[in-house]
């Protein structure tokens, strides 16, 4: 089954660091730009971060810029996202989510179950 | 920054009903940067449209969307229970590069 498996939630004090993975299976991962997306409790969605299928180009919500770090690794069909200096307002479920492929138009057509964030001290 | 509005925040209807749900964008938007998304409880988002009108693989036709511009709409022609949800538009663009409606909710009435 084609799918995408987030890990590496879990909570963390303000201030600290925490590395989310996005597993990719059954997929080219390679060949599709990536994206991670969160919800806080209760609220709708924010996009956080894309990166382009080979990795060369990243992109940055303003409300994470210099904190969060996105990465890809096509060797290993997996998607990161570096968390630094976490706070309170960063808590949420974070989605990993995958850009519809070629030429179609800018959509998530494949989102990961999606792994917590929690940051309070 | 574009910002797109939703509308109404929450409507409540009944199984059989037909359902028009609006996003309007702060700017006008290519028809080919909008998509449309449902969200139930304790699930991730599911695409239902791309590209305003496209239907994303697996989409039961009585979803459709339209619209252009600034106004974009989420048709649904006849609820099923499955249908009560979250539904969210979308819009890609340049800063920030993804931007989502907050949300309206579909209840059952």
């Known amino acids: 089954e084609v799918q995408l498996l987030e890990s590496g939630g879990g909570l963390i004090q303000p201030g600290g660091s925490l590395r989310l993975s996005c597993a990719a299976s059954r997929f080219t991962f390679s060949t599709y730009a990536m994206s991670w997306v969160r919800q806080a409790p209760g609220k709708g969605l924010e996009w956080v971060s894309a990166?382009?299928?080979?990795?060369?180009?990243?992109y940055y919500a303003d409300s994470v810029k210099g904190r969060f770090t996105i990465s890809r690794d096509n060797s290993k069909n997996t998607l990161y996202l570096q968390m630094n200096s976490l706070r309170v307002e960063d808590t949420a479920i974070y989605y990993c989510a995958r850009r519809l492929g070629g030429d179609l138009p800018a959509a998530f057509d494949l989102w990961g179950q999606g792994t917590m964030v929690t940051v309070s001290s | 920054e574009i910002v797109l509005t939703q509308s109404p925040g929450t409507l409540s209807l009944s199984p059989g009903e037909r359902v028009t749900l609006s996003c309007r964008a702060s700017q006008s938007v290519s028809s080919r940067s909008l998509a449309w998304y449902q969200q139930k409880p304790g699930q991730a988002p599911r695409l239902l449209i791309y590209g305003a009108s496209s239907r994303a693989t697996g989409i039961p036709d009585r979803f459709s969307g339209s619209g252009s511009g600034t106004d974009f709409t989420l048709t649904i022609s006849r609820l099923e229970p499955e249908d009560f949800a979250v539904y969210y538009c979308?819009?890609?663009?340049?800063?920030?590069?993804?931007?989502f409606g907050q949300g309206t909710k579909l209840e059952i009435k």
């Open positions: 990166i382009t299928a080979s990795g060369a180009g990243t």
């Open positions: 979308q819009q890609f663009g340049s800063s920030p590069l993804y931007t």
